[in-house]
């Protein structure tokens, strides 16, 4: 028998897709059952080429689930994922609520897939998708080099911040198009007004300096999370990390420039090598011909891009890279599949 999947907040930006990559995805699910919140059941949604009808989230609809798909936010995560998991479904959680809990993997099926086998809670997790956006490559590039040193800037796009994101981002263009707002200080922030849905800043002809909620010292939620799950994945729990995350006016595709510093000297050939043969990533990278990875080419596309691949001018041991990764495939519905299916694959 095939196993039985659930999808958990499958109307959401992140669940549409993944109704979309379970449908182009080797077919190894039984029964696939959808579910989200009681305000969208009865809705029906096409997967695998087949209308299925929305179940509202509820200790009964995971009778007989095999794995369940969770994409909700923390605290809704952080309730069920249990309740389901005590019914003995293995949870594949892509919220915040258990990324760095001890007893839970943070999973990157090409970095680190052998870790699913240890669920202590029945719980494995999906890194967030600015850090999935560059891990894979960084994974590769640390087996054959050694990582002691991270610094990152990200340029997120929009549906990071789910469909209000996308939405504000569009009513944000159609506001400023033809104008010539963009011109004097502060005139987008009054064009825009209150409309700035969940960025601080207007979004559309500029760039925000900003996403997630404030931590300690200044520093935002996801700069902590780039740093505290890239060193749980790639099992480096000191790595020092400096990142700043940037939200910039693209829908999909997070993009990251990345200084990596390793334990001995690097050459380009050879990082080039490792880049181009490393599962899950595609080196784009010939500036001559104007060839460099850009979220207008990569969205909707699966692998890891690394494209500007130089060593650093004043540090033989460090490389300088520009990636880009679709943040709503790679960096959460995919990895979240394909950590189900590994799953799925012990499960037969
Ligand atoms: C963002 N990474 O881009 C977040 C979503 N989890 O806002």
Redo the contacts with the bound molecule.
């Keep these: 028998v095939r196993p039985t999947l659930a999808v958990v907040g499958a109307t959401g930006a992140v669940g549409t897709v993944m109704l979309r990559i379970l449908s182009q995805r080797a077919d190894i699910w039984g029964e696939i059952r959808l579910v989200a919140s009681p305000r969208s059941a009865g809705r029906k949604l096409a997967v695998r080429g087949e209308e299925v009808e929305v179940a509202a989230l509820s200790e009964e609809v995971f009778d007989g689930v095999d794995v369940a798909m969770f994409d909700v936010p923390d605290e809704v995560a952080a309730q069920w994922a249990p309740i389901a998991a005590a019914k003995g479904v293995v949870v594949v959680d892509?919220s915040?609520a258990f990324r760095m809990d001890p007893e839970v993997p943070l999973v990157v099926p090409e970095v680190n897939g052998h870790t699913v086998r240890n669920r202590p809670r029945g719980i494995l997790a999906n890194p967030?998708?600015?850090t999935l956006s560059m891990i894979v490559a960084l994974g590769a590039l640390h087996a054959e080099y050694g990582l002691r040193e991270l610094v990152v800037s990200?340029y997120?796009?929009?549906?990071?911040?789910?469909r209000a994101?996308v939405e504000t981002l569009r009513r944000q263009i159609s506001l400023v198009a033809g104008t010539e707002l963009g011109t004097g200080p502060g005139d987008l922030r009054r064009a825009v007004g209150d409309a700035t849905g969940?960025f601080p800043e207007p979004v559309a002809l500029n760039v925000v300096p900003w996403?997630?909620s404030l931590r300690a010292d200044g520093w935002s939620s996801?700069e902590m999370?780039v740093r505290d799950e890239s060193r749980k994945i790639l099992g480096l729990p000191k790595l020092p990390v400096a990142v700043t995350?940037v939200?910039v006016p693209v829908v999909t595709t997070?993009s990251l420039t990345v200084h990596a510093r390793f334990q001995d000297e690097v050459t380009v050939e050879g990082a080039r090598e490792i880049i181009a043969t490393a599962p899950g990533v595609v080196l784009f990278d010939n500036p001559a011909a104007g060839e460099f990875p850009t979220p207008a080419d990569v969205v909707g596309t699966d692998p890891t891009w690394v494209g500007r691949v130089r060593r650093a001018l004043d540090d033989p041991t460090a490389l300088e890279l520009f990636v880009c990764g679709d943040?709503l495939r790679k960096?959460?519905a995919l990895n979240t599949a394909q950590i189900a299916e590994l799953v799925a694959a012990e499960l037969s």
């Design positions: 892509n915040g967030n998708c600015t990200s997120q796009a929009v549906s990071g911040a789910g994101g969940p996403a997630g996801e999370k995350c939200r997070h943040n960096g959460a």
